[in-house]
């Protein structure tokens, strides 16, 4: 149960009773009403906004809607009082047996407590990494990968019908550069010496094996061969070799994707002549004449005619060109064309993960997905700002260009996936994150994955110790579920359940902001005040969790520590973590 929702349940019976009563009217909009923990916990469990958020409505004054309000739900049987306060909010505290009942849900539900129904199977797509397929994953995309990957996990445990999605970006110049990067790798793979790599090739080592593949399959078939007769069988080998790179460094992280859309093939069936046909049937596209950018008009503008998207019509600022001077598509009409086939494959909603340094290109894009979806299809874009690296306190200096840079494998490597995951969401998405390699090392309390994980572990730790110390005392699930709750009355234990019957609402609010990041900031809350209680029971003998003389209290604290490890086992399957027993 999530009892912020089963408060909310009971508030509106309460006010369709009113209604009934004549107190208040009939036919209310309840969408902005809201049930949720008071910010200072001395004033109760939770509180209802009801009073003020029906006053317009009711033409009534908020205490006027809270009195009567107050009054039936403080004659529920869960409900100990009921406090108006302010303007006419409404604090509630619930009772003990209520908490109590709380940890038996989480018992009986294991790491399936929290799932939800809210998004009721609607389909939507969650594209994210996208790297060009020029090399392999380096630090600059780890974060949109955990980012990415996390929220489609958070998602689906809210019941939506989750598409993870990579795009490839296989058409543009820089794919014929990785080509002939590939050829010259290729030709050293057949004893050409090859001194420095010509500028402008990607210069990376990670292209030698590439080129010793080519070679081995094909022998010497491309080595004399002029550009024009291996550019494009090159491009689609070295783009497979790429990808296959990818997929593996995505693996190492646990990512998985479903579906690999490649751009190269709305070139080639007409997805992207589709899409403009769409825009067209509409009269969005014009042949016009740009105004010229704004501040310093670089040197190569001119003014000239091109084909134009209606795009500031849809909330853009201007109208965006669709083709270049020499009538191949531009990349925007490429980017049109593939969310259009989202659209078409019935996903009104998309959430796209993108680099920070793409913010603006937003404002185009969302307006093309409005011309082709109508109401019928919402893009949501996620920027991701930089990780700056730390080591020793000094900042990790990186090049891509001059193939210098740290790889995805590399940070797993040094630090495990999990750290790597966890790590990378200590912030929100679009604040700078710092990855600190000596924190992401220490075992203590403020290297949070460590924190965590620790948790899980000494509680199974206890568990171990229950099982030798007590070991005619049975510990299934069964035993827990009829275990004697009423002897969990120090507040330490009621509180603790009740940061666990919040996870409910932890994670659908998570899903609604499309922040992951929420959940790693709740399992290492739950994680502290876990290890609080611990440390309660070193300092005082009898909150121990093992009391040998008495087996009641000690069935119901392990029921109680077991909850809390389902709750944490269920927050790290979501950010991708293994929930570990053993440190």
């Not at 009773?17 to 004033?43: K, Q």
């Not at 795009?167 to 790798?185: E, K």
């Not at 086939?341 to 909603?349: E, L, T």
Request: glycine fraction near 8%.
């Amino acid at each position: 149960m999530n009892p912020y929702a089963y408060i909310r349940e009971h508030v509106i019976a309460i006010v369709g009773g009113l209604a009934d009563e004549g107190i208040l009217p009939d036919g209310m909009d309840f969408s902005n009403l809201a049930v949720e923990a008071p910010r200072d916990p001395d004033h109760g469990d939770v509180a209802t906004n009801a009073a003020l958020v029906l006053t317009k409505q009711a033409k009534m004054k908020p205490r006027d809607i809270a009195t009567p309000l107050a009054e039936r739900l403080a004659a529920l049987e869960d409900v100990t009082a009921a406090e108006i306060a302010g303007p006419g909010f409404i604090n509630l505290r619930l009772s003990e047996d209520f908490w109590r009942a709380r940890l038996g849900d989480v018992l009986g539900q294991g790491i399936s407590y929290g799932d939800s129904q809210m998004a009721a199977g609607q389909k939507i797509n969650v594209e994210y990494v996208s790297a060009n397929p020029t090399g392999p994953l380096h630090i600059g995309h780890v974060r949109g990968a955990v980012y990415g990957d996390a929220l489609a996990a958070l998602l689906s445990k809210v019941g939506y019908d989750v598409c993870k999605e990579y795009y490839i970006n296989d058409a543009g110049s820089q794919v014929d550069v990785l080509a002939r990067s590939v050829h010259l790798r290729y030709r050293e793979a057949l004893g050409e010496t090859i001194n420095a790599i010509p500028e402008g090739m990607y210069p990376g080592d990670y292209l030698i094996p590439v080129g010793q593949a080519l070679a081995a399959r094909d022998g010497d078939k491309w080595r004399d061969l002029a550009e024009a007769d291996w550019l494009v069988p090159l491009r689609r080998f070295a783009v497979d070799a790429m990808m296959d790179i990818i997929r593996d460094d995505l693996a190492l992280l646990g990512i998985e994707q479903s579906e690999f859309f490649s751009e190269e093939s709305l070139h080639l069936d007409g997805g992207i002549d589709r899409a403009m046909a769409a825009l067209k049937a509409q009269d969005l596209i014009y042949t016009g004449v740009l105004e010229p950018p704004k501040g310093k008009t670089p040197d190569d503008w001119e003014p000239r005619p091109q084909t134009l998207f209606k795009a500031s019509e849809f909330g853009d600022d201007v109208d965006r060109p669709l083709q270049k001077s020499d009538g191949a598509w531009t990349y925007f009409a490429a980017d049109i064309a593939y969310h259009y086939d989202k659209v078409q494959r019935g996903y009104g909603q998309m959430v796209d993960v993108w680099g920070a340094d793409h913010g603006g290109y937003i404002k185009r894009m969302k307006a093309a997905v409005r011309a082709l979806g109508g109401d019928q299809a919402v893009l949501d874009v996620r920027l991701c700002q930089m990780v700056r690296l730390l080591r020793g306190g000094d900042v990790v200096q990186m090049s891509k260009r001059s193939g210098t840079f740290v790889t995805l494998r590399e940070l797993v490597d040094e630090v495990g996936a999990d750290v790597v995951r966890f790590m990378m969401l200590t912030r929100k998405n679009d604040a700078p994150l710092d990855f600190d390699f000596d924190l992401a090392m220490e075992q203590s309390k403020d290297n949070p994955v460590f924190y965590v994980q620790y948790a899980h572990a000494r509680i199974h730790s206890v568990l171990r110790r229950v099982a030798d110390e007590v070991p005619d005392l049975s510990l299934d699930m069964n035993s827990l579920l009829k275990a004697d709750l009423s002897r969990l009355t120090d507040s330490a234990e009621i509180d603790l359940i009740k940061q666990m019957a919040s996870w409910p609402r932890a994670v659908e609010i998570a899903a609604q902001a499309r922040e992951p990041h929420r959940i790693a900031f709740y399992l290492n809350e739950l994680a502290s005040s876990f290890h609080a209680l611990w440390n309660k029971g070193n300092a005082e003998p009898n909150l121990r969790f093992i009391m040998e003389q008495d087996r009641e209290i000690t069935l119901a604290r392990v029921a109680l520590i077991q909850g809390v490890a389902l709750v944490l086992a269920s927050g790290l399957a979501l950010v991708g973590v293994e929930p570990v027993e053993r440190m």
